[in-house]
């Protein structure tokens, strides 16, 4: 007797935010990669620390799946891109903050997590203040090359303020994170749907710069190249003779040559022109005939 498979259906939810986010918005990664180089490279000058800054990963969630995946024991700041409306989220763990403190004092960085939240002592907050400016120069560089925007500080805010607004908002979450030799320091940028949807259609295409032609440059090369020497070389004769008269030469004696009237000059093995072989003033001269240019030249 056979015994049937029960399988229990599991739940899908086809209008889940984070679906789809990288193929509608490409763009938006390559500015968060922007930020994250700038951010690590403005912080290691202030913190004359070496960092790297990468970005990790952007992804879409529901409001309160996104304050989750900051815990509670992170810090929040809220900053403002201008023109766009809304707030943006930058987000670090309070660990994250102490162990760029050790390492900034010569110690040893280790990100040991907490098990409640605590206030920031006065040298943290300094290094803070460090982080939180050198966020804001990298937003405003990273987002230069979709608008001319000014990223600002507004407030930092309690974690707990989050929890107790529950919003049915959607937003877009990009992990960044902070190579500091083999120890890596994430953090988040968190931004409002809302905030985003009206560069929808800049974030969807790359923008196509038009570099502006440098004259100057170009002739300056030209010049240059014109100036280049060439070693150029071509046959002017050639004759057959078997082995047996190549052994029976003697000093004086000649070898008899065909007359050639064109000749392939050469550079390199490329074929630069003919010319047409003859004698001037005493000399052998080439007159050019023909050019070995490539197509369009």
Known sequence: MEQENKKEASSYDFVHPGHKLNKQWPV????????????????????????????????????????????????????????LEGVIWFCMDTSVVSALVDSYFGGKAEVIPLEKPRELSRT????????????????????????????????????GRLNNAPLEQVMVTSDLKLQLGELELPCQL?????????????????????????????????????????????????????????LELKAGDFIPLRDVQT??????????????VGSSNGRVSASLSRWHLPNGH
């Not at 000749?263 to 047409?276: C, E, N």
């Open 190 to 246: 968190v931004y409002q749907f809302e905030t985003l949807k009206p560069l929808s259609e800049q974030l969807e295409h790359e923008p196509t710069t038009t570099s502006k032609q440098d004259h100057a440059f170009s002739e300056a090369l030209r010049t240059e190249l014109m100036r280049c020497e060439l070693d150029i070389r071509g046959v002017l004769s050639e004759s057959r003779i078997t082995l047996g008269k190549l």
């Open 28 to 83: 938006l990664d390559l500015v968060n990669a922007r930020i994250a180089t700038a951010f690590g490279t403005s912080l290691g000058d202030r913190l004359q620390i070496p960092l790297i800054g990468q970005a990790v990963q952007t992804t879409r969630s529901k409001y309160m799946d996104s304050v989750r995946s900051i815990g509670p024991t992170g810090i929040v700041h809220e900053l403002s891109l201008s023109p």
């Open 124 to 159: 943290e907050k300094r290094v803070m203040q460090h982080i939180v400016d050198a966020v804001l120069a990298a937003m405003t560089d990273g987002w230069s090359m979709v608008l001319k925007g000014n990223a600002a500080l507004v407030r930092p805010i309690d974690v």
């Open 263 to 276: 000749v392939s000059f050469k550079t390199q093995q490329m074929p630069l022109f003919d010319a047409r």
